[in-house]
Structure formats: C-alpha cells, structure tokens
C-alpha cells in the first residue's frame, strides 16, 4: 500500500514553475531517495509534502486520505515527522533535555526515562548525554534532531539532506541508523546529494530535473542511466 502519493503536483512561484505535474508514490516500509540537480524542485517537492507550501493544483495522499489541505501541525498528527537540512536542536539545553523535551508528551512519565536512553544509545551519543547541544559536532548535532524526528514513532520520516556537512564515517553511520529504522518498520523519505548514502539505504531513487520526474528506479538502474549522468552526476556511465 503507497503510504504517501502526489498526483499531478504543481507549485508555481509568479511565472516560475518550480514543481510540474509530479506523480510520486512512496510504499510502505520503503526508503525511497529525492535526488537531482540543484534547482530541480527537490526542496519545493519536500515542503509541499510537510505543508509548509500550498500546492498550485494537484493532490497529496498520505495512507489513503487526501491531507492536500491540511497544515503542518495536523499532517504531522497523523504520523510525518521531519528532519530539516540544518539542525533545529536547542542549543541551550543539554543533549538528554532536547529529547525530553520532544518526548514529555508522548511518553508515560514512568517511562520516559528509560526511552531517552535506549535513544540516546542509537544516537551514539550516551556519553553526550549531560553536555549541552550547542558544544556537539555537527554530525552529532545532526544525529539529535534525527532522534528528535524519530522519537514521535512517526509512519514516515522525512529528511532532507540529512548528510550535509557529514564526514564520510559520519555519514555512514547515518545511513546504518536509516537502515536501522527501516528494519523497525519506519518507512523514510529521504532528499540527498551524497550518492554512497543513497546506495547504502535507498530501496527506491527518484531522480527529479527542472520540477519533473525524470527518472525512477533502484540505485542501480539510476546509476547505470547515462541520461541521469548526463544531468546530476557530471559524467557518462562507463
């Protein structure tokens, strides 16, 4: 069953047609990868899912129900959750308070804290617990707001570049914690430009150029494409 699908999505900005006439259709239990050129709509596409961008014409589905209304707030009600490109952690507050602080809500009290560790496990960052957020290293800063995104138990998690900035391990922890994720059922919708991340997780890649869908496929198909080449990796599949 598609958890979350686009029909015919279009966003223009003034005379500028940003997204045209996508058709995306992600499955549950998937990673699917959004990757393209800069410019291609990527982003747009991202935040006209979240609702932070009201679509021209066009349709969003998520687990059936048409949400192409719907605000931010309520979207993520029924189970999205997002981790932005650049980190949105409370500097101020120690590593263990950002988490409580995502998860007082949604957790019994008597269980909180037995959460907060098994997380700050996964996160790699246990011995970071007591520190405060703002003195983490960037991957780490990253890995937080993962675990703040993941800490809702949300159906589809959204990342957008979650890489950036990432040093080659870092990034490949990322990846396995992604794939970890995905193992518990958590289905990722994930927008990159690193493309040993997109091999290490994607089931699925959906390659968008100037606001449309240009190529779909496994990672290998996507690869072997010289036209996608031609577009985002700079070089002719040899």
């Known amino acids: 069953m598609a958890i979350l699908q686009t029909r015919a999505l279009n966003k223009r900005f003034g005379g500028l047609h940003v997204t045209n006439n996508v058709d995306l259709s992600l499955e549950a239990g998937e990673v699917h990868c959004l990757i393209g050129p800069n410019g291609a709509g990527k982003s747009t596409l991202f935040r006209l899912i979240l609702g932070e961008h009201s679509p021209s014409s066009g349709q969003i589905l998520f687990a059936g129900e048409d949400i192409t209304a719907l605000k931010s707030f309520q979207r993520i009600r029924r189970g999205m959750s997002v981790k932005f490109q650049v980190p949105g952690i409370f500097k101020a507050l120690g590593v263990r308070q950002n988490l409580e602080t995502a998860m007082q809500h949604h957790y019994p009290a008597a269980s909180l ?126």
């Open 113 to 238: 804290h037995e959460e907060i560790d098994r997380l700050l496990e996964f996160l790699k960052l246990t011995g970071e617990a007591r520190q405060l957020a703002g003195n983490l290293s960037h991957g780490q800063k990253q890995w937080l707001e993962i675990g703040m995104a993941i800490s809702l138990k949300p159906k589809l998690l959204l990342l957008d570049e979650p890489t950036a900035g990432m040093s080659p391990d870092e990034t490949y922890a990322t990846g396995e914690m992604v794939r970890r994720l995905n193992a518990d059922g958590m289905t990722v919708l994930a927008v990159e430009h690193d493309m040993a991340f997109v091999r290490q997780v994607a089931d699925k890649v959906t390659v968008l150029h100037l606001g449309q869908v240009f190529a779909q496929g496994s990672i290998d198909d996507i690869v072997a494409d010289e036209r996608v080449a031609a577009i985002y990796l700079g070089q002719a599949h040899g």
